[in-house]
């Protein structure tokens, strides 16, 4: 069984309540930080840690937090990014439903150590249940000390407010969290200045996601030298997984990253396998704006080496013959699923949701959409998968944030590793209306990789 650091307590009935969690250890990272560490302690176990950022991009927390700029008699923010809108992701969900305290109490230390008095947690709009629950929490915590002026007696003072979104894409990219935030249009800001120099109202403000924030508890409970024993290089520590797709046992998963991917999908500990004894056709890691992979380049990369559970192993081998691990947005496909009509799907969603500030994605998303749908449905032409290469291409780079890029990738990855597919619809318009192109080669053994020359 592997190791858990964030859920190691979820079974465990009432932890959603302040008293449980208090029971069972509870704000003795935060006892720990505000009385022993001191701020700078905080940050420099956090650094060791190795933490990345669990919401998609992978960036260093401790680097991130160590940018905020300082001015004096200017405030610090925190925002917490609750706003989990990647398709195939829910496990930010999942810790704030289920295990509020824990993010209350990861938001109270990351406040400490960044020097925020207030902070604040931007939370999707269609999780119209789970703010009741995080101000229950907020309230619990401030009744018993552990938030307002004066906590603990340490002199430190924090605020958390909970802010609803109104059920945006666009509003998990940071700066048009920020805005949104500020009762503005939810449209990304041109960077510079980064959000550590000018975020919230001009403010120093760092973003983080809400399993990252979470992430800090167990870092400062074990320290950073004990975090990074858990998982493996430089993918430290657990990851939560949100499984879903065509596999035997959907739903959240914290692995340490040290697993492989074909152990992820079928061990009973985890996925299960696939449902109804189907094969596996394709797969994508890390939520839907990162690249699809046949089932032969999931579980071996193109070297011949076995795929691992982590940052660096998923990405290898680059977008050619690679993925990410992004917000670990597990989504597995079987025999059955058409890849044509996938990528449209992710296309439709990324041309509703595209804030239209940049043209590129403004018009090309609606494109893609279209020249997939003609595809799809009966209508298309080879040259179509020419042109969409070329749309998806002149997005992706071109735009002030990255929902151009998010786009772009999963129609550049179906092309790349299911060209024949694509072909198939097209050069079988009625056959492709009533069956689907199949498993066909997706799942063969790969060539062996040619020695290298001496």
């Given amino acids: 069984m592997g190791r858990k650091l964030l859920l190691d307590k979820a079974h465990i009935e009432g932890i ?9 250890g509870g704000y003795a990272a935060a ?4 009385k022993t560490l001191g701020p700078d302690g905080v940050l420099e176990e956090v ?13 260093p927390t401790g680097l991130k937090w160590s940018f905020i700029a300082k001015p004096e008699g200017v405030p610090r923010y925190l925002v917490c990014n609750a706003d989990e809108s990647e398709p195939g992701t829910f496990k930010d969900r999942y810790l704030m439903e289920f295990i509020p305290h824990l993010l209350i109490e990861g938001l109270l230390i990351s406040s400490f150590a960044l020097g ?10 269609e999780y119209a249940w789970i703010p009741d629950i995080l101000e229950q929490a907020i309230a619990e915590a401030k009744n018993k000390g552990w938030l307002g002026k004066n906590i603990q007696g340490t002199g430190f003072d924090l605020e958390i407010y909970v802010q609803r979104g109104a059920g945006a894409y666009i509003c998990g990219e940071e700066t048009a969290l920020i805005e949104s935030l500020e009762g503005k249009r939810g ?10 120099v000018k975020g919230l109202w001009q403010s120093p403000t760092v973003v983080n996601n809400v399993e990252t924030l979470a992430a800090v508890v167990p870092i400062i409970n074990i320290g950073g030298d004990e975090y990074i024993k858990f998982g493996t290089g430089k993918s430290t520590g657990t990851k939560l997984i949100s499984a879903c797709g065509n596999i035997n046992k959907p739903g959240v998963y914290e692995i340490e990253m040290n697993i492989s991917v074909e152990e ?8 299960g396998g696939i449902k109804n004894n189907k094969r596996l056709k394709a797969c994508i890691p890390g939520g839907s704006s990162v690249p699809v992979l046949p089932a032969n380049l999931l579980l071996k990369t193109a070297k011949g080496e076995t795929r691992m559970m982590t940052y660096e192993s998923l990405a290898d081998g680059g977008f050619a013959t690679g993925s990410m691990l992004g917000s670990g947005g597990f989504i597995v496909m079987d025999e059955d699923q058409c890849i044509v009509r996938n990528t449209l799907t992710f296309a439709r969603f990324y041309h509703h949701e595209s804030c239209g500030q940049c043209s590129p994605c403004r018009e090309g998303t609606g494109w893609m959409k279209k020249v997939l749908q003609n595809i799809e449905y009966g209508k298309g032409k080879m040259s179509d998968i020419d042109l969409l290469w070329d749309i998806q291409r002149k997005i992706e780079g071109n735009t002030i944030c990255p929902l151009g890029d998010a786009a772009a990738w999963p129609v550049a990855a179906a092309i790349r590793h299911f060209r024949d597919e694509f072909e198939w619809h097209v ?27 001496v």
């Fill in 31 to 34: 006892e720990k930080a505000l």
């Fill in 264 to 271: 992820f999908i079928y061990s009973d500990e985890y996925c």
């Fill in 47 to 59: 650094k060791k840690s190795g933490l990345r950022g669990r919401g998609g991009a992978g960036f």
């Fill in 187 to 196: 449209n990304p800001r041109i960077k510079p200045p980064f959000p550590a």
């Fill in 16 to 24: 959603r309540y302040y008293d449980t969690y208090r029971s069972n």
């Fill in 116 to 125: 925020a008095n207030s902070c604040y947690i931007y939370i999707r709009g």
């Fill in 427 to 453: 050069a079988n318009p009625q056959e492709s209306q009533t069956r689907n192109f199949g498993l066909a080669h997706y799942a063969d053994p790969l060539p062996a990789p040619a020695p290298a020359a």
